[in-house]
């Protein structure tokens, strides 16, 4: 099993960036798919992005492409997820997840572990 902390919610004008930081404890961190979903209020939850477990793949939803960029680091146990040009649309709570199955699914249902998730609110 493994824990997930997200970290670096906040509030923000249009146009502007956050980091959010997913930090991993418990089972070992390179044996997963990490990945990013977002919920909007009255919304289903959402694929954001995800990366593989070498890092050398990543994968975005439409809606955030070329916007946002998710990273891991090794070392830290952290997979990221840098928002840049934030629209007020992208406001929803941020969940981390990991997934230890197939490459390339979006599907929430391939994630077995979650973790809390961290508020982003975007203001026009």
């Known amino acids: 099993q493994v824990q997930l902390v997200e970290s670096g919610g906040g509030s923000v004008q249009a146009g502007g960036s956050l980091r959010l930081s997913c930090a991993a404890s418990?089972?070992?961190?390179?044996?997963?798919?990490m990945g990013w979903f977002r919920q909007a209020p009255g919304k289903e939850r959402e694929f954001v992005a995800a990366?593989?477990?070498?890092?050398?793949?990543?994968a975005y939803a439409d809606s955030v492409k070329g916007r946002f960029t998710i990273s891991r680091d090794s070392a830290k146990n952290t997979v990221y997820l840098q928002m840049n040009i934030l629209k007020p649309e992208d406001t929803a709570v941020y969940y981390c997840?990991?997934?230890?199955?197939?490459?390339?699914?979006?599907?929430?249902?391939?994630?077995?572990?979650w973790g809390q998730g961290t508020q982003v609110t975007v203001s026009s």
């Open positions: 997840a990991a997934n230890d199955r197939t490459w390339g699914s979006r599907s929430l249902g391939e994630y077995a572990y």
């Open positions: 418990g089972r070992t961190f390179r044996n997963y798919i």
């Open positions: 990366i593989s477990r070498s890092g050398g793949s990543t």
